[in-house]
């Protein structure tokens, strides 16, 4: 069996941060994850989906409401809501990249 210095319970944006730094200074780590993807609640379900959907109704809400006194006439604008799901699971799997990468570049056993 393998021994660590440090065992992490959990992979949210509290137990990625402390994993890396801990394996910066140099101690054998080891993160525990329940589910199949790294980043917890917040980057998977919560806060990172929650604000790329929040941007996009943002952009929707500018060009149905406020565009037209900048002179951009727009006739008809679409909600394409499988695009727009889509673009919001892009951007969460593009930071769940980014902290794998993370895990390995500091050798920290998942």
């Known amino acids: 069996m393998e021994k660590y210095d440090v ?5 949210g944006p509290g137990g990625y941060v402390s994993a890396i730094r801990c394996a910066q200074l140099g101690l054998k780590v080891a993160i525990v994850e329940r589910y ?4 917890g609640t917040c980057l998977n ?8 959907w929040l ?3 943002e952009h929707y809400y500018k060009l149905k409401h406020q565009f037209e006194k900048f002179g951009i006439d727009v006739k008809e604008a679409n909600v394409d809501i ?14 769940i990249n980014g902290v794998d990468y993370l895990m390995k570049k500091n050798k920290v056993t998942v």
């Open 7 to 11: 065992t992490i319970i959990g992979s």
């Open 36 to 39: 199949s993807t790294l980043g």
């Open 45 to 52: 379900v919560g806060c990172i989906p929650s604000k790329a």
């Open 55 to 57: 941007e996009a109704s």
């Open 82 to 95: 499988l695009k727009m799901n889509q673009r919001v699971q892009d951007v969460v799997q593009e930071i």
